[in-house]
């Protein structure tokens, strides 16, 4: 496999899974009770009763699950130089106890810096799989990657 | 001051600002240790030769401790229906040790839905501030939220 962890190793439809995580209910629980406290998320009875009808993962727990799968990759390391972002992330379906998630990646854009001949920006889209093959979460992120040169020269 | 809770609520402008939070050298390891094993984020010796000249926390704590804050302005609930998102989310400044930081948020547009007239989607802007007065994040967000008449037939 090509190695991917400068900006000119990338390529367009370049493509990516990562390893798969499951989510406990009391994961869900204590990820809520620290940074999302609606009740959906935090607590078991106000969930049954509410129209998602029972106990729902925030989207954030999504968000950082679905990312540290993709870091696990270690597909942008030492290269990335900060400053990046996501685009259009939507939560499509709730993330509920005893899923098992996973993220499959592809190369949509790569963008070399105008200023900055030592680095360039690619942007991935990203979706967050559960077990049953629905997308849940979909994003394009932006990294921002050293070349190999620029990598030589610093 | 008004209630913030059904899509009827909210006005073109409304502002909130949340609380502070300081986040230390250990939740930026415990973080990244799970969640964003990226090195300069996991290991100081590593970081501090690092281009960003020392630890800096993982860009999903920065939006986690983030949305904590608004969370707990406790401004959507119980009328957040999901299905939510962000766009045009990017870390302008690295979260360090020591930092306080706190969230600014603004209603910068408000749609109701074409399809469903008993909700409609809110879209604020929130700037995550450092205690420099510096920007580290910015993004806007999507709230889908019942309105009134909504809730009232449910």
């Not at 190369?107 to 559960?130: K, Q, Y």
């Amino acid at each position: 496999m090509r190695a991917t962890t400068y900006f000119d190793d990338y390529a367009l439809g370049d493509r990516y899974v990562t390893d798969s995580v499951t989510v406990t209910e009391g994961q869900i629980l204590r990820f809520a009770r620290e940074y999302d406290t609606q009740l959906f998320h935090t607590n078991v009875a106000a969930a049954d009763e509410s129209h998602f009808g029972g106990l729902i993962g925030s989207g954030f727990q999504t968000l950082n699950l679905s990312f540290a799968l993709f870091f696990k990759l270690q597909l942008v390391q030492p290269a990335a130089v900060g400053g990046a972002g996501i685009d259009g992330l939507r939560w499509r379906k709730p993330l509920r106890p005893g899923d098992t998630i996973h993220v499959e990646c592809e190369v949509i854009d790569l963008v070399p810096s105008a200023s900055r001949p030592d680095r360039g920006t690619v942007r991935m889209r990203h979706d967050t799989f559960n077990q049953d093959g629905d997308v849940i979460m979909t994003l394009e992120c932006l990294h921002i990657l050293q070349t190999r040169a620029g990598a030589a020269a610093s």
